[in-house]
């Protein structure tokens, strides 16, 4: 399919996540070969479980609160179960199963969970106890589940500061999430099933320090912080197609060295003498391909006249605001020294898309002001210098 002038190459695609599977396979037999009598090695969707890509790719251990076992136990079938295995809640209690769902407990404790065949039971200290079992959430019409924990990612270098719990986040907007989902499994089908296909997961968070975030670490989960706003469809589908664009990159641009000149954790600052450019080469080759995301899916929204009124105006704004940022990007990425040559066959393309949005709405962006506006899009802050009643 095409993003914009971006054509997305299925064997590229398929070819990695094949690597990414066999690369966990691997980790997991060393260590500990014995799972592989009870999980199905031919189903690739064990091995592109976020919280294995975290477990594999933290090399200080013993960073994990989770045990091994208690990742892998909701896939493995009922007949092979381990009849006992350890398990830990987190420090909000939520003990984590991927895959068959969550119970909640005591902050930061350690259990055995017992399986009988049909049901879970659990034991501390020898005393039996009874935490809640909760279901997973999925995202409505999909196979992407809503974290209901706190990754442990988010407790990584600078531990998340929430704002509120996850399962707070959770019932205020999910409704809304699920809402721009179904718009998008309308406007962008196809899109959507490149998205389900690379993400497992979907965190809504809501804290100060953190924006919204995919990470290789964590890979398959997409994490929206809604950042305290009362956000609304318009705000989900940017950062949905946003966040799990970068999901969907990771594979479509490995190795990296195919498409770099130089090395990937290289600081972009270093090319373009910004001392507030706090990414990497690879990252801000990562952006290239996420404003063509966004941008796709917002100008699918405009075209087809999803919105009215506010979210009209919000979405044009938005898709105004990336062009700016996508124009200054494609300038510093067009170096030699940062790109090879297949590195500038996606550039290309990625200009090609910029070329064309910019020919369809320049009149607009020519009049819109973002003087005001920092490193996330503010709708108050659009809306003060370009107020709704000029472009309705």
Same mark, same amino acid.
């Given at each position: 399919?095409?993003?914009?002038?971006?054509?997305?190459? +299925?064997?590229?695609?398929?070819?990695?996540? =094949?690597?990414?599977?066999?690369?966990?396979?691997?980790?997991?037999?060393?260590?500990?070969?014995?799972?592989?009598?009870?999980?199905?090695?031919?189903?690739?969707?064990?091995?592109?479980?976020?919280?294995?890509?975290?477990?594999? &790719?933290?090399?200080?251990?013993?960073?994990?609160?989770?045990?091994?076992?208690?990742?892998?136990?909701?896939?493995?079938?009922?007949?092979?179960?381990?009849?006992?295995?350890? =398990? /830990?809640?987190?420090?909000?209690?939520?003990?984590?199963?991927?895959?068959?769902?969550?119970?909640?407990?005591?902050?930061?404790? *350690?259990?055995?969970?017992?399986?009988?065949?049909?049901?879970?039971?659990?034991?501390?200290?020898?005393?039996?106890?009874?935490? =809640?079992?909760?279901?997973?959430?999925?995202?409505?019409?999909?196979?992407?589940?809503?974290? !209901?924990?706190?990754?442990?990612?988010?407790?990584?270098?600078?531990?998340?500061?929430?704002?509120?719990?996850?399962?707070?986040?959770?019932?205020?907007?999910?409704?809304?999430? +699920?809402?721009?989902? &179904?718009?998008?499994?309308?406007?962008?089908?196809?899109?959507?099933?490149?998205?389900?296909?690379?993400?497992?997961?979907?965190?809504?968070?809501?804290?100060?320090?953190?924006?919204?975030?995919?990470?290789?670490?964590?890979?398959?989960?997409?994490?929206?912080?809604? !950042? +305290?706003?009362?956000?609304?469809?318009?705000?989900?589908?940017?950062?949905?197609?946003? !966040?799990?664009?970068?999901?969907?990159?990771?594979?479509? &641009?490995?190795?990296?060295?195919?498409?770099?000149?130089?090395?990937? /954790?290289?600081?972009?600052?270093?090319?373009? !003498?910004?001392?507030?450019?706090? /990414?990497?080469?690879?990252?801000?080759?990562?952006?290239?391909?996420?404003?063509? *995301?966004?941008?796709?899916?917002?100008?699918?929204?405009?075209?087809?006249?999803?919105?009215?009124?506010?979210?009209?105006?919000?979405?044009?704004? /938005?898709?105004?605001?990336?062009?700016?940022?996508?124009?200054?990007?494609?300038?510093?990425?067009?170096?030699?020294?940062?790109?090879?040559?297949?590195?500038?066959?996606?550039?290309? $393309?990625?200009?090609?898309?910029?070329?064309? $949005?910019?020919?369809?709405?320049?009149?607009?962006?020519?009049?819109?002001?973002?003087?005001?506006?920092?490193?996330?899009?503010?709708?108050? &802050?659009?809306? *003060?210098? +370009?107020?709704?009643?000029?472009?309705?």
């Amino acid at each position: 399919m095409k993003l914009l002038a971006f054509e997305i190459e +299925n064997r590229i695609l398929d070819n990695n996540l =094949v690597e990414y599977t066999n690369t966990i396979k691997t980790l997991l037999f060393q260590a500990d070969e014995a799972i592989f009598d009870l999980i199905d090695i031919d189903d690739d969707k064990i091995f592109l479980e976020p919280t294995l890509f975290f477990y594999f &790719s933290e090399k200080k251990a013993p960073i994990h609160n989770t045990p091994l076992m208690q990742l892998l136990w909701g896939y493995i079938t009922n007949e092979k179960k381990p009849g006992i295995i350890e =398990v /830990r809640s987190d420090v909000n209690g939520f003990i984590n199963l991927p895959n068959y769902g969550y119970f909640k407990y005591k902050p930061a404790s *350690t259990l055995q969970l017992l399986w009988d065949g049909e049901t879970v039971h659990f034991m501390e200290d020898n005393v039996h106890v009874n935490p =809640v079992f909760i279901s997973d959430i999925y995202v409505n019409g999909s196979s992407i589940r809503v974290c !209901q924990h706190v990754p442990e990612w988010l407790w990584k270098d600078d531990p998340a500061k929430f704002i509120e719990p996850i399962p707070a986040t959770i019932t205020g907007f999910l409704p809304a999430l +699920n809402s721009a989902w &179904s718009l998008m499994k309308k406007i962008v089908p196809e899109y959507c099933s490149y998205i389900e296909k690379t993400n497992r997961e979907i965190a809504l968070i809501n804290c100060y320090n953190k924006f919204s975030l995919a990470a290789f670490g964590y890979f398959g989960t997409a994490f929206l912080n809604v !950042q +305290n706003e009362p956000h609304d469809e318009v705000f989900f589908i940017d950062d949905i197609a946003h !966040q799990c664009g970068h999901i969907l990159f990771y594979p479509l &641009s490995m190795p990296f060295t195919e498409y770099l000149s130089t090395d990937h /954790r290289t600081p972009m600052k270093e090319f373009t !003498q910004v001392e507030w450019e706090e /990414r990497d080469i690879y990252g801000c080759f990562h952006g290239l391909f996420t404003y063509t *995301t966004i941008l796709h899916c917002l100008n699918e929204c405009l075209d087809q006249n999803i919105f009215t009124g506010k979210q009209q105006h919000e979405a044009l704004g /938005r898709l105004a605001f990336y062009m700016d940022k996508f124009r200054k990007d494609l300038a510093s990425m067009n170096d030699p020294l940062l790109l090879s040559d297949k590195g500038f066959e996606y550039f290309d $393309m990625f200009k090609a898309g910029y070329d064309r $949005m910019y020919e369809k709405y320049k009149s607009i962006i020519r009049k819109m002001n973002f003087s005001n506006q920092y490193y996330l899009f503010n709708y108050s &802050s659009f809306n *003060t210098l +370009n107020p709704i009643s000029k472009w309705t």
